[in-house]
């Protein structure tokens, strides 16, 4: 099962991707935490793409598509993958579906996470990362989620920010890319809306991020394939 999951910054969508991919046995190949790995380690892409991110700007494509085709290629992916955070742009969203042509593989699940740009910006700056696992969910403006004091609400890990989710202006260029339809994320997203309109084997999902985590996720799992 090969899947593409689009939602802006903040609709909840690392979360619901951390579910989804629990359900088909997936790895989930994040382009944004392949870049803090790599910023973690201080790696050549991570120096070269700590600049680009803290400012809420794209990554430049050249870094970029390789860095996610390679990860493609890996075992881990034989069996399918859930990727999160690429294709970003129209442009890759070509690029992802000519590679993946060119090796034979078919998409089978496009998941897209709709939310109102101000309730995601909102959500954003709430957010905290656990530093045991990602994808432990914690917002400090979020009462279902909210950390247990100053630590992670599921394990009790320590809890930091992202830089770039403290800075308005460089969320509001996140979401200016996201948000989109001529050649940023949106345009992606309905470049493979299109694909599915006219290939049957293509399953594009709409889901609200609005709701709480557990409505989101429950409308989720009612529209995906067993
Ligand atoms: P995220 O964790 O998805 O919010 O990604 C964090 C940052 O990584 C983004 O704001 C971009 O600077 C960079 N990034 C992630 N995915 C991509 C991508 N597909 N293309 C270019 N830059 C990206």
Not at 19 to 30: F, Q, R
Not at 149 to 175: F, M, P, T, W, Y
Request: proline share 4%; charged share 30%; with cysteine.
């Amino acid at each position: 099962m090969n899947i593409l999951m689009f939602g802006p910054n903040g609709s909840g969508k690392g979360t619901q991707g951390a579910i989804v991919k629990k359900k088909y046995n997936l790895p989930h190949i994040e382009s944004g935490a392949i870049f803090r790995e790599n910023i973690g380690k201080g790696t050549e892409i991570g120096l070269k793409a700590k600049e680009y991110i803290n400012r809420g700007e794209l990554v430049p494509d050249e870094i970029t598509i390789p860095m996610i085709l390679d990860r493609l290629k890996k075992d881990d992916c034989k069996k399918g993958w859930l990727l999160d955070g690429f294709p970003r742009s129209k442009e890759q969203a070509v690029k992802l579906d000519e590679a993946l042509k060119a090796s034979g593989l078919a998409l089978n699940v496009v998941i897209e996470v709709g939310l109102d740009r101000e309730i995601a910006k909102n959500r954003i700056m709430g957010r905290r990362l656990c530093a045991n696992d990602n994808n432990h969910p914690n917002n400090v403006f979020i009462d279902a989620i909210k950390p247990k004091g100053d630590k992670c609400r599921v394990c009790g890990g320590k809890l930091s920010s992202r830089a770039d989710d403290q800075d308005g202006e460089a969320i509001n260029k996140r979401h200016n890319i996201y948000y989109d339809t001529q050649t940023g994320t949106l345009a992606a997203a309905y470049y493979f809306k299109g694909l599915a309109k006219k290939d049957p084997k293509i399953k594009y999902v709409t889901i609200d991020g609005a709701p709480s985590l557990e409505k989101v996720n429950a409308e989720l799992m009612s529209k995906l394939p067993s």
